[in-house]
């Protein structure tokens, strides 16, 4: 997996922006970058899962059924390394145009797992090192996504779902959501990368 | 996006300094701590001590409340305006907590819950900082220290835009928000 993601390493953005920000690339099945973009990050549940964890207080999120839950801080909060397969956390692809809302708990319409019409293969959810370049510190969470279907799917919206503790058990909660249109072509693979950099 | 308020008051309780400042801000360790959670896995973060560690997944990651008279966490005031960089791991010229000249009184770090509006989500953590000395307490740099399972970490420092003086027998509030917008 790290060779797959030394290829699609994508160039740094030239964009400086003090604080935390996201940026969301996609590459195609030769590692090109074909869709880079900032996210529209971060949606309301990070900063409750970031308080709880601050202030040890318990916050309200909403979970991506849309059920308000009150968690507290937990050694597993903000997990994102969904397994091959799996399509309800991670980073996860839709197909609606709606527009984002701070508030949104899902994304408009998730495509499924599966190599049917209209489904694509999710691949692990993975998380690389950070690096240090200059000012800044940065990440990237990777998935790759595969169609064995027989037609072109055109993703419209793009999530990052994390799991949070309620006391029992865990629950998917969307922290982003961002609209970007691209193409994952029939017997082809998308690589989608959110990257997190903090810029002193 | 983050942004510090300092207020500060004489002992009349007048208003004498007011700054509002983005913050300059997060540091490496904030996202080390951040990957920690969400990659599920043992990393290094440097502590404020300067020294690195190994820090796994943890449910005191990123703890940053404390009680009063506690320097060590929560927010924290000091006296050196060198740049900021991504890479500095602590306030470089903390001042203490006490009652003579060049220390302050350190309160309890408080929070203000999560709330959302159309297109923004806030929480707020601030600390009132006491000078019950006789001489004038200048910051000129403040910052976040958070708790991690097996240490301690700055995850913010912002040196600030023109210092702030707390009068003698007066008193300054730090209030970090936290604000996330649609981008």
């Known amino acids: 997996m790290e060779s797959a993601l030394s290829i699609d390493r994508p160039a740094l ?9 996201t940026y969301i690339h996609v590459s195609d099945d030769q590692g090109r970058i074909i869709l880079s973009k900032k996210a529209n990050t971060i949606l309301s549940n990070f900063y409750r899962v970031l308080y709880m964890h601050m202030s040890h207080g318990k916050a309200d999120f909403r979970d991506t059924g849309g059920a308000t839950r009150g968690g507290s801080r937990n050694n597993e909060n903000f997990q994102v390394k969904a397994p091959a397969g799996e399509a309800a956390w991670g980073i996860v692809l839709g197909t609606s145009t709606a527009a984002v809302s701070i ?11 599966g190599t049917g019409a209209g489904q694509l293969l999710y691949g692990s959810t993975d998380v690389t090192d950070i690096e240090i370049i200059g000012n800044m510190a940065r990440f990237y ?7 064995d279907g027989g037609a072109d799917i055109t993703v419209n919206e793009i999530g990052l779902i994390v799991r949070v503790h309620d006391g029992f058990p865990l629950y998917s909660v969307l922290i982003d959501r961002t609209l970007a249109t691209f193409i994952v072509p029939a017997g082809g693979s998308r690589n989608v990368i959110y990257e997190l950099r903090v810029v002193a | 996006m983050i942004t510090v308020r300092i207020e500060s008051r004489n002992s009349k309780g007048e208003i004498v300094g007011l700054v509002e400042t983005p913050a ?13 959670q969400m990659n599920q896995a043992a990393a290094s973060v440097q502590t404020t001590a300067g020294g690195w560690i ?12 404390i ?29 203490p907590h006490g009652t003579v000249g060049g220390q302050l009184l350190y309160q309890a770090v408080t929070f203000v819950a999560p709330s959302d509006s159309t297109s923004v989500v806030t929480f707020q953590m601030s600390r009132l900082f006491l000078n019950r000395s006789t001489i004038p307490a200048t910051i000129s740099e403040v910052g976040i220290y958070s708790a991690v399972g097996g240490g301690t970490v700055m995850i913010d420092r912002t040196v600030l835009p023109s210092p702030v003086v707390v009068p003698a027998g007066g008193q300054v509030t730090i209030v970090y928000t936290f604000r996330g917008t649609l981008g």
């Open chain 1, 141 to 147: 969470i990777t998935r790759l996504f595969t169609n």
């Open chain 2, 24 to 36: 300059q801000s997060l540091v490496h360790n904030f996202l080390r701590v951040l990957r920690i």
């Open chain 1, 103 to 113: 508030t949104d708990y899902n994304l408009g319409a998730t495509i499924p797992h």
């Open chain 2, 54 to 65: 190994s820090q796994n997944r943890h449910d005191m990651n990123f703890t940053s409340t």
């Open chain 2, 67 to 95: 009680g009063a008279g506690i320097i060590g966490r929560g927010i924290v005031v000091g006296t050196i305006t060198t740049p900021v960089s991504i890479s500095q791991a602590t306030i470089f010229g903390r001042i």
């Open chain 1, 13 to 21: 953005v030239e964009e400086v922006e003090k604080g935390l920000s």
